[in-house]
Each structure stands twice: as C-alpha cells, then as structure tokens.
C-alpha cells in the first residue's frame, strides 16, 4: 500500500492550494483518511480527517479556511487550502486507516509529505 501526497508549493499569504493524496496497491477499503503537517521545530499535528461516510474534523486553526474530501472511488482525499497563512507552512502528510483484504485488520499508513509555503 503506497500513499501519494502531491500538490504542495509556494502560494502567497491569502492564496488557495489543493492537495491531492491517492492510496493504491492491495486495498480492500479505506476507513478514515486525513491530513497532517510538521512545521519546522515543531511536533506533527492534525488538520483534517473524514470518515468514509464523509464526517470531517479539523484542528481550530485552519477552521472556515480548509476544507477536506476524498473519493472513496479513486481512494483519494484531497485538502482545499483557502486563506493560507504564513503559520500554515509546513510539510503536509495524508494518512488512511486501510485494511488490505476482509480478514486483514486496518492499519494506519502514511505517505511521504509534500511542503507547503506560504509567503507573506
């Protein structure tokens, strides 16, 4: 099962960026899925995650300014970033809780990271 985070870039204080993460390989389903970030210096922290059925949670911090979605049909989660601000630079990892066949458990996987900057 690989995890492929792509999207990140330099965007302007104010801008918008869309991240796009798609799991593929031996994937029987998908059950949470969602993103991370790691500023420098600082401890990876939690942005966004949906549920399957499409129940969403986001940090305070990017509240009304980020927006997560996925399509179960292409095991892919996307960020919409609207708003950026200096603070939200960081490298972005996607997570996905998925288990590989019926009688295998969910196991949390991780992809590598795409960095965000947001200048001011």
């Known amino acids: 099962v690989q995890l492929q985070a792509y999207g990140g870039g330099l965007v302007q204080a104010g801008g918008s960026l869309r991240l796009p993460c798609a799991a593929s390989g031996s994937i029987w389903n998908i059950n949470a899925m969602g993103w991370y970030r790691q500023a420098p210096g600082k401890q990876r922290e939690l942005v966004a995650t949906?549920?399957?059925?499409?129940?969403?949670n986001y940090a305070d911090s990017v509240k009304g300014r980020f927006t997560i979605s996925r399509d179960n049909a292409k095991n892919t989660v996307y960020l919409q970033m609207n708003s950026a601000k200096p603070e939200d630079t960081a490298v972005y990892y996607c997570?996905?809780?998925?288990?590989?066949?019926?009688?295998?458990?969910?196991?949390?996987?991780w992809g590598r990271g795409t960095l965000v900057t947001v200048s001011s």
């Open positions: 949906s549920t399957y059925g499409g129940a969403t």
């Open positions: 997570n996905a809780h998925i288990a590989k066949n019926p009688g295998s458990p969910f196991i949390y996987y």
